[in-house]
């Protein structure tokens, strides 16, 4: 039977950490994205963690730095390969760079790009927001022409969160494509 060793220093760090990271949380909901970000970095320089990792990547892309949020949402996958947020973010930077593309070529990669992320995030076990890949999914097929598919994944979406707004109008606009 192996012994874990507890290194206290470790755990201090983590604890420490997690408070900084909590605090980027509470300014974020605030509204001072600033303040989040900083308190974010204090949390990763402290200890790295995948939670981290995607708060400070949401916070950066918010300002349009959409490179930077998806190498963090890729540590975030590093460190936590069963963490769902940073597969699901990762796709949602993909879908913005490919709204942007001038080629159609690379925007359609960067599509399916994200198409594969969105289904990790799907299939990760530690996964609370499931909704939105789904969610993100049914756009892609709607975008697409494929209503039947679209109205099936906004419906999956509105069955993890019946609250979903966003999901909510996509579902009946899908409806209506259907009718």
């Known amino acids: 039977m192996s012994e874990t060793v ?10 420490e950490a997690e408070e900084f990271r909590v605090l980027g949380d509470a300014r974020f909901a605030s509204g001072d994205r600033e303040d989040a970000a900083a308190y974010y970095q204090m949390s990763l320089d402290l200890f790295p963690t995948a939670e981290a990792h995607v708060a400070l990547a949401w916070t950066i892309a918010e300002r349009g730095l959409i490179e930077p949020a998806m190498a963090h949402c890729r540590a975030a996958i590093a460190l936590a390969p069963d963490f769902g947020n940073a597969y699901n973010d990762l796709g949602v930077y993909l879908l913005r760079q ?5 080629d159609k070529d690379v925007a359609q990669e960067l599509t399916r790009q994200a198409v594969g992320y ?18 993100h999914l049914g756009r892609i ?21 019946p609250s979903f707004h966003a999901a909510r109008r996509a579902y009946r606009r899908a409806l209506s494509w259907l009718n």
């Open 118 to 135: 969105f289904e990790q995030a799907i299939a990760c076990p530690r996964y609370d927001c499931r909704c939105y890949p789904f969610y």
């Open 141 to 161: 097929r709607e975008q697409g022409g494929h209503f039947s598919e679209a109205r099936d994944l906004y419906h999956q979406s509105l069955s993890l969160d």
């Open 98 to 102: 490919s709204d942007v593309a001038d």
């Open 6 to 15: 507890l290194d206290l220093n470790e755990l201090s760090a983590h604890v």
